[in-house]
């Protein structure tokens, strides 16, 4: 949540991503399709979750990518993105 590729009419105040198994997450990252980066962190830091949960800044129009990388129960790593377009 945002689902990938949303336009949406106002800022999301909550970035949310929801796991099948608990996943401890390790970094994540929200930059603007100019490379402008914003400071966000997990919720739940570094501790295993199944909803990965984040609060952006205020950000303005324009197009975003919020990458996250992790490491399942098992030992993976895991990665993902999604991005999502902020309107006027």
Known sequence: MPAHGAQL?????MIEIRFDDAMR???????????????????????????????PPELPAGDYIFEWRGIARD???M??????????
Do not use: K, M
């Open 25 to 55: 997450i390790i970094s994540v990252a929200l930059t603007s399709a100019s490379g402008d980066e914003y400071s966000v962190e997990s919720l739940s830091g570094r501790a295993a979750t199944e909803t990965l949960q984040v609060n």
């Open 79 to 88: 990665s993902g993105e999604l991005s999502f377009s902020v309107q006027e």
């Open 75 to 77: 030992g993976h790593a």
């Open 9 to 13: 009419a106002a800022p999301p105040e």
